[in-house]
């Protein structure tokens, strides 16, 4: 994808921010809903393909209060995991800025990105992720390990059977189906109790039921524990559930209206 800045001229900066109206708003009514827990604006990511600068985000502007739940949709190759990466701190934007948890993670290095996300902040990869010659267990336990909580084995433990993994736990990665290593990557990233958790189409590989089960546990700790969830996903269901929809396209995000039908008939 490769435009000038003139074609996205017209789209408004404003429009991803959290909305105001007040049917949002109430589902979010004892969570900080006012405080950003992220906040990125003009963020712009390029990168080189051969000889040529090819623009993947162009001055998106984005802000997530405490508490919600937003999704984000767009077509395959629109840019989503690569906001994603960028807004977690875990790849560079080429200009602009952002903050996570109120501190400029655009101005960090590496190092002090990694110690603002740890423990805080929780990450579902599109294609998971796990390191593998850990088992699953060890995989779950990796994040308590760089944190004041290592060794909590139970915890990790608890997490596995949560998603449905209790007669699993020593399974290398390779010894696990898709769907199964994409529940140790949702159980690796809420093991630290994260205040802000990106999932990158946390269903995309589970059967409906399943998918199901997963979206309900998502949603329980968003409401339970006022997790902030910033999810990417294809399915129009899921997105429905979130408080704040938006698409991403051009560069920039757009508020989105997801379809009723089941996974919305569409491309996003
Ligand atoms: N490091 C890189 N170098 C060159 N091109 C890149 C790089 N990272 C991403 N891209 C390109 O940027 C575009 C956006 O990629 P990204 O993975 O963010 O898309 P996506 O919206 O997540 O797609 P999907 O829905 O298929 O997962 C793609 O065209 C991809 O080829
Ligand atoms: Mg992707």
């Known amino acids: 994808m490769s435009y000038s800045s003139d074609q996205s001229a017209h789209l408004s900066v404003n429009d991803a921010r959290p909305s105001t109206d007040t049917s949002t708003v109430s589902k979010v009514p004892h969570k900080q809903a006012h405080q950003p827990v992220l906040h990125a604006e003009k963020l712009s990511k390029q990168v080189k393909s051969g000889e040529r600068a090819l623009t993947i985000l162009h001055d998106l502007y984005l802000s997530v209060a405490a508490g919600e739940s937003v999704a984000i949709l767009g077509k395959s190759g629109a840019g989503k995991s690569t906001l994603l990466g960028l807004l977690a701190g875990l790849d560079t934007p080429s200009d602009g800025e952002l903050t996570l948890f109120g501190q400029p993670l655009s101005r960090m290095d590496e190092d002090g990105r990694a110690s603002l996300r740890a423990g805080r902040v929780g990450f579902v990869f599109q294609n998971f992720q796990l390191l593998p ?118 560069g920039q995000l757009m508020p989105f209206e997801p379809s009723a039908a089941a996974n919305g008939g569409g491309d996003e």
């Open 133 to 250: 010659t850990l088992s699953a267990l060890e995989n779950v336990l990796l994040p308590l390990e760089l944190s004041p909580r290592a060794g909590e084995t139970q915890t990790a433990a608890q997490w596995l059977e949560r998603v449905g993994l209790g007669e699993r736990m020593e399974h290398l990665p390779k010894q696990l189906s898709g769907g199964e290593q994409q529940r140790v990557a949702i159980a690796r990233a809420f093991v630290t109790d994260p205040e802000l958790v990106f999932a990158d189409e946390p269903t995309g590989n589970l059967d409906p039921d399943t998918g199901a089960q997963i979206i309900d546990l998502l949603f329980t700790l968003n409401r339970e524990a006022g997790t902030t969830l910033i999810l990417v996903t294809h399915d129009h269901a899921l997105a429905r559930r979130c408080d704040r929809c938006l698409r991403l396209a051009d």
